[in-house]
T-cell receptor
Framework: EAGVTQFPSHSVIEKGQTVTLRCDPISGHDNLYWYRRVMGKEIKFLLHFVKESKQDESGMPNNRFLAERTGGTYSTLKVQPAELEDSGVYFC????????????FGSGTRLTVV | AQSVTQPDIHITVSEGASLELRCNYSYGATPYLFWYVQSPGQGLQLLLKYFSGDTLVQGIKGFEAEFKRSQSSFNLRKPSVHWSDAAEYFCAVGYSGGYQKVTFGTGTKLQVIP
């Protein structure tokens, strides 16, 4: 089966610009997660979708971040306007059914804000 | 709040030597514990997981981990390291009854020398 796909793989934008990251989960996986790793730090939870509904968005840093999952398939994460501290690697993961069986991660999007 | 500590940021071992990566988690009644590996340019791959039962769990690529409740630890081991094991390793914890997310440690970078 196809894995979790994220694009772009890299993005370099200027402070104040907008960037949209996309994640295509494994087909049929209802659960979709966004995580972020800032340089040298731990991978931090951002939010969790179950189908098209936000189950938990407690990790979203602020209202400059907007995540959507229309139709319960792919998801987008928009950062608007981007700030320097938003730089990092954004990971998407999906799981089918029980989360505690482990996620399947995408290879991440490396975002650099200059 | 749940937390994970990986005390070793960087470890260097010789090829063929044994390996142990340390992981301590914050106390929780029923932790779900995971080890993930990230090779350069790749996403995170699940190595193994522990929910309950036998405290020694086997994973892929010849890795194993032992859950020790008394020490709140879940250390990853491999008896003989291969050059292809060079990567970054992440320990993660989640808890039943809470939100469906895991908390990651800061990671341990493994370097393998000939």
């Amino acid at each position: 089966e196809a894995g979790v796909t994220q694009f772009p793989s890299h993005s370099v934008i200027e402070k104040g610009q907008t960037v949209t990251l996309r994640c295509d989960p494994i087909s049929g996986h209802d659960n979709l997660y966004w995580y972020r790793r800032v340089m040298g730090k731990e991978i931090k939870f951002l939010l969790h979708f179950v189908k098209e509904s936000k189950q938990d968005e407690s990790g979203m840093p602020n209202n400059r971040f907007l995540a959507e999952r229309t139709g319960g398939t792919y998801s987008t994460l928009k950062v608007q306007p981007a700030e320097l501290e938003d730089s990092g690697v954004y990971f998407c993961a999906s799981s089918q059914g029980r989360w505690n069986y482990g996620y399947t991660f995408g290879s991440g999007t490396r975002l650099t804000v200059v | 709040a749940q937390s994970v500590t990986q005390p070793d940021i960087h470890i260097t071992v010789s090829e063929g030597a044994s390996l142990e990566l340390r992981c301590n988690y914050s106390y929780g009644a029923t932790p779900y514990l995971f080890w993930y590996v990230q090779s350069p340019g790749q996403g995170l791959q699940l190595l193994l997981k522990y929910f309950s039962g036998d405290t020694l769990v086997q994973g892929i690529k010849g890795f194993e981990a032992e859950f020790k409740r008394s020490q709140s630890s879940f250390n990853l081991r491999k008896p003989s390291v291969h050059w292809s094991d060079a990567a970054e390793y992440f320990c993660a914890v989640g808890y039943s009854g809470g939100y469906q997310k895991v908390t990651f440690g800061t990671g341990t970078k493994l370097q393998v020398i000939p």
